[in-house]
């Protein structure tokens, strides 16, 4: 081959043959001799977005995206519930149990093109513990939805941020006050 190719893989994971684009008519990485297919799917993210009143809980990354701040997250395991992966992974950040309530948001990340996901924030009520950053967070607060820390880590926190604020100044009582009701 001439190029190295794009994926996860070089060689077939199963009988070591180099993995080429001509074995099949859609261009995926796949085995001449024994046809394995490298598909190369987004991973499964979850978030939950906690908020106090007009406030809402954000964590200072270390490690990938260190210093940025971003709303408290990770991946589903494998054999892992997406539920019970939102409410571990916010534990493992924040020190605090979540009951999850409705999903606010899906998305798809593409600002990582070599890993990409496919993100899933959930609606979250603190229940227990102690608010405390760990993990990959080296520190957590509330924020005013309208005075957010910058840098934001990953674009679709801002868009589910931004519809939070919006769905936030739309409410009907400040609808009412607009209209001088």
Not at 11 to 16: D, M, N, Q
Request: with cysteine; net charge negative.
């Amino acid at each position: 081959m001439s190029s190295r190719p794009s994926g996860p893989f070089r060689f077939c994971p199963y009988c070591g043959a180099e993995l080429d684009h001509g074995s099949r008519l859609d261009g995926r990485l796949a085995c001449p001799a024994c046809r394995f297919v490298a598909y190369r799917n987004p991973t499964v993210g979850v978030a939950v977005v906690v908020r106090r009143g007009d406030h809402v809980l954000l964590g200072k990354r270390r490690g990938s995206y260190a210093g940025a701040w971003c709303i408290p997250c990770g991946h589903v395991e494998w054999d892992e519930d997406l539920r019970e992966a939102a409410v571990r992974e916010f534990a493992e950040e924040t020190g605090l149990h979540v009951r999850l309530g409705e999903v606010l948001a899906v998305h798809s990340n593409f600002h990582d093109r070599d890993h990409q996901t496919v993100g899933v924030w959930f609606k979250g009520e603190v229940t227990g513990g102690e608010l405390r950053a760990d993990d990959d967070l080296i520190e957590v607060d509330y924020f005013p939805l309208d005075a957010l820390p910058a840098p934001l880590a990953f674009p679709t926190d801002e868009c589910v941020l931004r519809e939070l604020l919006e769905n936030l100044t739309l409410r009907p009582t400040s609808l009412a006050r607009k209209r001088g009701a």
